[in-house]
T-cell receptor
Framework: NAGVTQTPKFQVLKTGQSMTLQCAQDMNHEYMSWYRQDPGMGLRLIHYSVGAGITDQGEVPNGYNVSRSTTEDFPLRLLSAAPSQTSVYFC???????????????FGEGSRLTVL | AQTVTQSQPEMSVQEAETVTLSCTYDTSESDYYLFWYKQPPSRQMILVIRQEAYKQQNATENRFSVNFQKAAKSFSLKISDSQLGDAAMYFCAYRSAYGGSQGNLIFGKGTKLSVKP
């Protein structure tokens, strides 16, 4: 059971470049989300999804796009990378049952992104 | 909106001793979950312990236990018999039991725990 898989684990970009962080889960979780972690800031929510075809913004959505075409995948796109997007990114998922969230999130291993 | 506050940016404990990490939260909801996550240098987020708000009994997991004070909105983590492997960043987190945006996990800023041999 792979759980939540993120790729790539490390990436260096130049300002203005675009890229996609991939996230896949094999637990049939309806809820998926992306967080960014910055020193002294904890983890902050970027975007989330409660099912295929449904996405919404979190606390810090600017500069990021997401889509959810399948239950398994939830990619995060940076259309024009900026140095302020240098961070560690985490994808996470969990069960949803009858509209209620069931407990903890399962996290991927994180992706370290550096924008020069 | 809910908030989570960890007032101790850094803590230190001697190996084999006990340490308590503090966490307070603010919410108007009655049904929710509280979590402590551990993040070692590998940066993997590891769930340490969870507490359901409707349960009065404090959760325990081996050397880890919590002191959950619902009325005071306090959720501290106690680590007993500290080991070198406990050194990590610890995050307190809140999650509503309800759907939609309420179900998103809200993190504190973390407490960095050092363990001295």
């Amino acid at each position: 059971n792979a759980g939540v898989t993120q790729t790539p684990k490390f990436q260096v970009l130049k300002t203005g470049q675009s890229m996609t962080l991939q996230c896949a889960q094999d637990m049939n979780h309806e809820y998926m989300s992306w967080y960014r972690q910055d020193p002294g800031m904890g983890l902050r929510l970027i975007h989330y999804s409660v099912g295929a075809g449904i996405t919404d913004q979190g606390e810090v959505p600017n500069g990021y796009n997401v889509s959810r075409s399948t239950t398994e995948d939830f990619p995060l796109r940076l259309l024009s990378a900026a140095p302020s997007q240098t961070s560690v990114y985490f994808c996470a998922s969990s069960f949803v049952k009858l509209g209620l969230y069931i407990g903890e999130l399962f996290f991927g291993e994180g992706s370290r992104l550096t924008v020069l | 909106a809910q908030t989570v506050t960890q007032s101790q940016p850094e803590m230190s404990v001697q190996e084999a001793e006990t340490v308590t990490l503090s966490c307070t939260y603010d919410t108007s909801e009655s049904d929710y979950y509280l979590f402590w996550y551990k993040q070692p240098p590998s940066r993997q987020m590891i769930l340490v312990i969870r507490q359901e708000a409707y349960k009065q009994q404090n959760a325990t997991e081996n050397r880890f236990s919590v002191n959950f004070q619902k009325a005071a909105k306090s959720f501290s983590l106690k680590i007993s018999d500290s080991q070198l492997g406990d050194a990590a960043m610890y995050f307190c987190a809140y999650r509503s039991a309800y759907g939609g945006s309420q179900g998103n996990l809200i993190f504190g800023k973390g407490t960095k725990l050092s363990v001295k041999p």
